[in-house]
């Protein structure tokens, strides 16, 4: 399972003109779900995804995850984008291939899943709609951007 990983002043996910989720200061995720994932790996991606220090403290060294963004213990914000298109295989030609991305139902499940727990754990939880034709609005703070992956 893949997160791409932005730290964000704002940023909003609009589909057919209506925003479906926006957030403040936080993390934009771009989710993808592999055709080999489980619910045990997308339960240690988002483990991974809430501790990840990627907000600085002050010393100005990203040393504060999403779960304390100001050493106080404020949560920012989360929103979650579903993205198939980070599981491509360019190794060859000029066009992507998709083959090692989860199939539609195997990925829904993961996302739901994945967005579910985070909103147990997680004050600020937002999302677009999974395999919808999204369009995306961030101010990337830094810019600050990790690519994670478990397997």
């Not at 779960?67 to 106080?72: A, P, S, T």
């Not at 395999?131 to 600050?144: R, Y």
């Amino acid at each position: 399972m893949i997160a791409l990983l932005q730290r964000v002043k704002r940023a909003a996910v609009e589909v057919d003109g209506s925003i479906t989720g926006q957030i403040n200061m936080g993390l934009l995720v771009f989710l993808c779900a592999e055709k080999n994932d489980t619910f045990a790996i997308s339960d240690k991606l988002l483990k991974k995804v809430l501790a990840y220090r990627m907000f600085s403290d002050e010393q100005g060294k990203m040393n504060r995850n999403v779960q304390n963004i100001d050493g106080n213990g404020a949560h920012g914000g989360l929103l979650i984008v579903s993205q198939f298109t980070l599981a491509a295989d360019t190794n060859s030609g000029t066009r992507a291939s998709f083959t090692p991305a989860a199939p539609p139902d195997l990925a829904r499940s993961l996302y739901d899943e994945w967005v579910k727990q985070a909103r147990v754990v997680h004050s600020d939880v937002q999302t677009g709609i999974f395999a919808a034709d999204m369009q995306v609005s961030l101010v990337n703070d830094g810019p600050v951007t990790f690519w994670l992956q478990v397997s």
